[in-house]
């Protein structure tokens, strides 16, 4: 499997994260860290304690790392639950989350392929 | 500048990921440190603020957010030094504008760019690194303008008051006119490339105007009347006498043949003084000086001398101190002449009867007619040096006046370094706390005794802290400090400190800061901890020794009287007895068996006192064979005493021995230690008239009764 296969599976834009990056070893080093960050666990977390601070800022770190890998999917729902999160507490915070969720593991999916096939 | 050495950038984001990808971008050619929120991040500032080249910083962190970091580079000044560049996913407007007016430099949105952070980051370390250059630049020229001008006025007041009746006045004069037109041309123009340095050059140079004058006879020099032409002509050798010994000031700029010559020519005095302009830095010193002795008697329009030159072929430093020099020279007395109203010598410069001035220069002497006047008034001179001084640095760093110089930082490193030394060897719990942002910081030996971090925020509502030093001593220390004042910053105190589950007593000493501010606001406090548990033990083990009987190990007599008063003070209305107790026939007992054998038989009534009473009770030897017990009674007290009478009488290795006892009780006599036992002591001898082996109680019939007859048995 290929980076560009990976990026493919787990709805990121390759070409754009290339374009800035610059460097495909670079990339493929963030790619693979990337399941080693604790903030999706702190995410699900903090929202199963309500406490919506610190689920803002797991969503908020979520959604710059994705940003900075070209993550679109979940960058996208992870910016939709920051921006549910950020003035307190919100009732459509659950939902969203489900949707954080299953991007997250598609994204965890296609990188654990990833790793297998390397 | 810093040759090898690379920079170092601080990167502070709460994801391991985003800091590694910056880092990456930014290769090897940083020095990288990183910290994952506020509060590491301003650890690290506070200890190597001056060293960072830059700081990229995150928005959304726990702990203490990017508005903390900046709040606190604020605060302690580190972002006038230390860039920062923003970096977040946020891009509300207000965020962007608040992080600006807290000094951010730039911002770089997510995602990262790899060229974009790299050309951001080289260019915001370039422009702070061309600043710091700047304030070290001109700092040396303060310095270097320092050492001229006193050489200088040196050099020439020696000349000046060696050679002719002019005043040293004349010189400070000069000066201070030509940097005064000096930045009035340049606030005019940039015709001619004045810079403040190049300012400070030609007004430095242009005490040298008439150093050629050395040379001129004093006879013609101090002619009270006209000269004649011929002697016009020998005194207007003086700018060219003067420029070739500026010449051969210079190493180089002329050959050995024409140096000798000029040598011989004119005085050595003045020779030798030219040797000490401090070559090193003064080329550009002497040139300038060159060409303002060669052509201070040049005019506008080509009729001056001695190379007639013409406009602006004249250069701008002898243009302006051309002006000057005559303005003060017709301001000022001379041998030949008495002092001209300013007005007047203003009409007459006008009206061209000192020749021909470029016009703009004219202009600007007019349109600051007043101001010039009064600079020139009494001694103001030195004022206008230091004045120029200051303009200097500040055109040059465009208002960044209370910039922190390279010194400066330099002693506070040494300060630093210093304070780090001795707070790792000293072995002491110290302490720092800021209330904006509201934040401790441990020295490393503190932070490793205490078990908390090295610098935390929030210290009031810190469970760690609380469970270590306990919440009342927190806001003990915290209402001793608000009470503090500038003039009495000082506070002492006991706290007892629970760690590993051990308490150990520590000294906390503290003193808090207060802003320069008027009124002086409080800032925060410095503070030690010092551990003086076994102090505090050895000082009571002592305090307890000095209230005990060393034999018996009961309370003496001093001590028993104090807790027994305060124990009625505690509780005026509890029912108190006191039972004195003494030995029956205890003379006997030691004349027979020995002290020894006597110093069993007290030792052995103190136990027995002891297991007879409550521990709140108080036993007391009182002095020889004598004791006595106060206890605090609410049900019968006679069985009481029944109880503890039958318990203090006993038997030793076949010896029986036996107690008086007279006891009072604070009910008939009153809640008064003397009264009490005045009557215990007067129940005590009516036990001993009565027979002895017996206790009393007193009732006032007993009267004062007691004699010296059984006493002593």
Redesign the interface.
Same mark, same amino acid.
């Given at each position: 499997m290929t980076l560009r296969d990976c990026y493919d599976k787990l709805g990121g834009d390759y070409e &754009?994260?290339l374009? $800035?990056? $610059?460097?495909e070893r670079?990339i493929q #080093? %963030?790619v693979l #860290?990337?399941p080693?960050?604790g903030?999706f666990e702190t995410l699900v977390r903090a929202m199963g304690e309500k406490n919506q601070e &610190?689920a %803002? $800022?797991a969503a908020?770190?979520i #959604?710059?790392?994705c940003?900075?890998?070209?993550f679109t999917a979940l960058g996208r729902s992870a910016d939709e639950l920051t921006e549910a999160l950020r003035n307190g507490w919100s009732d459509e915070a659950p939902a969203l989350l489900e949707k954080v969720s299953a991007d997250y593991a598609r994204v965890a999916g296609a990188i654990g392929e990833l790793k297998a096939s390397l | 500048m810093a040759g090898k050495i690379k920079q170092k950038i601080l990167i502070v984001d709460d994801s391991e990921m985003n800091r590694s990808i910056l880092a990456d971008m930014l290769g090897e050619e940083y020095d990288i440190i990183e910290a994952e929120d506020g509060v590491q991040a301003v650890g690290i500032l506070s200890k190597q603020a001056s060293e960072l080249s830059l700081v990229l910083l995150d928005i959304v962190m726990p702990k203490l957010d990017g508005f903390g970091v900046l709040g606190a580079m604020n605060q302690n000044g580190w972002i006038i030094d230390v860039p920062v560049i923003m970096v977040s996913a946020e891009s509300g407007s207000k965020q962007v504008e608040r992080a600006y007016e807290l000094g951010v430099t730039d911002f770089i949105n997510r995602p990262f760019d790899a060229l974009v952070v790299r050309r951001r980051v080289v260019n915001t370390i370039l422009l702070y690194a061309k600043q710091k250059r700047l304030i070290g630049m001109v700092e040396d020229q303060i310095y270097e303008t320092e050492q001229r001008s006193s050489l200088m006025i040196d050099i020439l007041s020696h000349i000046v008051e060696f050679r002719n009746g002019e005043s040293g006045l004349h010189i400070l004069h000069v000066r201070t006119l030509t940097a005064m037109l000096l930045e009035l041309i340049a606030a005019r123009t940039d015709k001619y490339g004045l810079t403040p340095r190049e300012i400070s050059l030609i007004s430095t140079a242009s005490a040298l105007h008439d150093v050629g004058k050395i040379a001129i006879d004093g006879a013609i020099l101090n002619k009270p009347g006209r000269l004649t032409s011929e002697e016009f002509s020998v005194m207007k050798t003086h700018t060219t006498v003067g420029a070739e010994m500026l010449q051969a000031a210079v190493p180089g700029w002329m050959t050995d043949e024409e140096y000798d010559e000029i040598m011989k020519t004119h005085t050595t005095a003045g020779a030798d003084m030219l040797a000490r302009i401090p070559v090193q830095h003064g080329e550009d010193l002497v040139k300038t000086a060159y060409e303002i002795c060669r052509w201070h008697h040049e005019r506008w329009d080509g009729r001056g001398y001695p190379d007639g030159l013409r406009g602006d072929e004249i250069p701008i430093s002898a243009q302006v101190v051309s002006l000057a020099d005559v303005y003060d020279a017709l301001t000022s007395p001379r041998v030949y002449k008495p002092a001209i109203p300013h007005e007047e010598a203003l009409q007459m410069i006008l009206d061209g009867q000192c020749g021909q001035f470029n016009p703009m220069l004219l202009q600007c002497l007019v349109d600051n007619a007043e101001k010039i006047r009064t600079a020139l008034q009494g001694d103001a001179a030195e004022e206008i040096q230091q004045r120029n001084l200051r303009s200097i640095s500040e055109e040059a760093l465009r208002g960044e006046g209370g910039a922190v110089s390279e010194r400066t930082l330099r002693l506070l490193d040494y300060e630093r370094m210093k304070y780090h030394f001795f707070a790792a060897m000293s072995e002491e719990i110290q302490f720092e706390y800021t209330v904006t942002p509201s934040m401790v910081t441990l020295s490393a030996y503190g932070s490793k005794m205490l078990g908390l971090e090295e610098i935390f925020m929030d210290p009031l509502h810190s469970e760690k802290l609380i469970s270590i030093v306990g919440a009342r001593a927190l806001e003990e220390i915290v209402r001793r400090q608000r009470d503090s004042t500038p003039d009495e910053p000082d506070s002492t105190m006991e706290v007892l400190v629970h760690l590993d589950g051990e308490s150990r007593w520590f000294r906390v000493i503290t003193r808090s800061v207060w802003s320069k501010d008027l009124p002086p606001r409080y800032t925060g406090l410095l503070g030690k901890a010092i551990d003086i548990h076994e102090e505090k033990m050895r000082l009571r083990e002592l305090e307890k020794k000095a209230s005990c009987d060393p034999l018996t190990g009961l309370l003496n007599r001093t001590s028993a009287r104090e807790q027994i008063e305060n124990r009625m003070l505690v509780h005026p209305d509890g029912h108190f007895a006191l039972a004195e107790i003494d030995i029956d026939d205890f003379k006997r007992v030691n004349d027979e068996l020995g002290h020894i054998f006597g110093d069993r038989v007290l030792q052995e009534l103190a136990r027995r006192m002891k297991h007879s009473v409550r521990n709140s009770d108080i036993c007391c030897r009182a002095g020889g064979e004598e004791f006595f017990i106060f206890l605090e009674y609410n049900t019968d007290i006679e069985r009481t005493l029944e109880r503890i009478f039958s318990n203090i009488c006993f038997e030793l290795d076949g010896r029986q021995v036996t107690v008086s006892v007279g006891v009072a009780l604070g009910d008939d006599v009153g809640q008064r230690y003397e009264d009490l036992y005045h009557a215990a002591d007067v129940a005590l001898y009516a036990a001993k008239r009565g027979g002895k082996n017996r206790f009393c109680f007193y009732d006032e019939t007993m009267g004062d009764g007691g004699t010296d007859a059984t006493k002593g048995e």
């Open positions: &754009e994260v374009s $800035r990056l $610059r460097s670079l #080093k %963030f #860290k990337f080693d960050d903030s &610190e %803002f $800022r908020h770190t #959604k710059g790392m940003q900075n890998l070209s | -």
